[in-house]
């Protein structure tokens, strides 16, 4: 009987939309949601929490390893249900529709409309580089006691812009996606590459090779310092260093979101997860690698040039920028602006195009707005797009986003937990289902991502209660949301 459930969903949840988006299309959406500004801004916290070079790439390579991972894991879910949805769809039939809701939910009140905002925000930010007036410095007026820049008006026109044109065809989506990744990808390429390439102060390369495993952390200002980590210290110090970078990883799956409009999406979504991600660790790896030839790992908040700072204390935590001025001089901050505004712009694209899927298939299912169920006559969820784009903008107003970001980092963890453990539990429940891929390395490197991950969680439960508990609270509130929208759809019946 449950096969035959799942029959009729597949059918309901994949008529309607047109299947445009090839491999490489998928592939883009993966490796363009997950280039943002991260790569450019976490090494410096990652610096000062483990203080070594052989440490921060150590962060890094483990952080891209799960990551991977997980994305090989997610393949033999997407084999499976090769829907819209995604995520939210594999922890409906792994576990149950509460369990899948409250993804969903997350996913909507904060995960993907609070990055949207972020990443809005950050696009603004550098535009401000290059026309000062569009800063965040720049009141331009007030709503409801809420002091609104130009940085954020600047915000909300690149995301009505973005919503507008994925409302226009998932074809349009899809070449912006295309364009801006292959751009940005190249130019971060580029800066790898020249980096390397100039990478010869001596002063630098002693200063971290002979130092290369000596943990120590510092504090933000610089003053307190805490030498010689080691044991439960280190451990710490090394789950805490890996939250930035786990996240500067994240949005990994948007191409899972997207299944119903992939061609051939039991093969072609599975190998996008794994390339798209695998180039990406790739990347960061090399600009980390670039990083620490250019620059000390270890610096001084107060010192006023680029290398005396460091990787730790680099302006505004700019990693990026402060490589960028010792390859290019003076004009490293336009040069890097401008990569960073092409670098968001795509990122934006990529979350806006794949999250309004996950919640077209709530509607399906009855557990959200009855009218984000439709697509448009151009075959996209072109209501569940504006909402999404109404409610990221009202984040971007009201400047809460980024500590609700950092509120659900525990309960995204959780949620990636879940999935992950629902692909044994499928293998129990249901193994007449199909599966033209299986998780790599199964049953091995599943637990291996599970361990390491409850593992972060338990580390940001004890030392940062203050982000985990408020996450979970956002998450529990969809419960009771949940309930009444069982109750609603009875009533309709």
Known sequence: ???????????????????????????????????????????????????????????????????????????????????????????????????????????????????????????????????????????????????????????????????WLNTRGIREGKWVQDLFTLAKSAALLGLVVLGLAIAKDPGVLASNF????????????????????????????????????????????????????????????ALSLALGTGAVVVLYLLANLAYILLL??????????????????????????????????????????VFIM?????????????????????ACDGLFFKKTAQLNKRAVPGVALILQGVWACALCVSGKYGDLLDYVIFAVLIFYILTILGIFRLRRTRPDLERPYKAFGYPVLPIIYVLFATGVCIDLLIYKPHYTWPGMIIVLLGIPIFFVWKSMRRKEQ
């Not at 990652?46 to 070079?53: L, N, Q």
């Not at 952080?63 to 769809?89: D, R, W």
């Not at 149950?96 to 939910?105: E, H, K, R, S, V």
Request: aromatic share 10%; glycine share 10%.
């Open 1 to 163: 009987m449950r096969q035959n459930v799942y029959s009729v969903q597949e059918k309901s949840q994949s008529s309607g939309f047109k299947r445009e988006l090839t491999l490489l299309d998928a592939t883009m959406i993966v490796i363009g949601s997950m280039i943002g500004s991260g790569i450019f801004i976490v090494s410096a916290d990652i610096a000062r929490t483990m203080g070594s070079a052989g440490w921060l790439m150590v962060v890094w390579m483990v952080s891209g390893a799960v990551t991977v991972i997980a994305a090989l894991s997610y393949g033999e879910l997407a084999g499976m249900f090769p829907q819209a949805g995604g995520q939210y769809v594999y922890l409906r039939e792994a576990w149950n529709p509460l369990i899948g809701f409250l993804y969903g939910w997350t996913l909507f009140a904060v995960i993907q409309t609070g990055s949207i905002a972020a990443v809005g925000v950050a696009f603004a930010k550098f535009t401000a580089v290059l026309i000062p007036s569009l800063g965040e410095e720049n009141i331009l007026f007030t709503v409801a006691g809420l002091p609104i820049s130009a940085a954020q008006v600047v915000a909300i026109l690149s995301i009505a812009f973005l919503t």
């Open 210 to 269: 002979s130092h290369f495993w000596e943990a120590m952390t510092r504090s933000i200002s610089g003053d307190v310092v805490i030498p010689h980590l080691n044991g439960m210290a280190l451990i710490t110090a090394f789950g805490v260093a890996s939250v930035g970078s786990l996240f500067a990883c994240d949005a990994w799956n948007g191409s899972t979101f997207t299944a119903a409009e992939t061609k051939n999406a039991k093969r072609n979504v």
């Open 296 to 337: 000390p790992v270890q610096g001084l908040p107060s010192n006023p040039d680029v290398i005396g700072r460091g990787i730790q204390f680099a302006a505004d935590e700019r990693v990026g920028t402060a490589a960028a001025y010792l390859i290019f001089g003076a004009p490293a901050a336009i040069i890097m602006a």
């Open 342 to 362: 092409i670098s968001t712009f795509g990122c934006n694209n990529g979350l806006i195009l794949t999250g309004a899927r996950v919640y077209w298939a709530m």
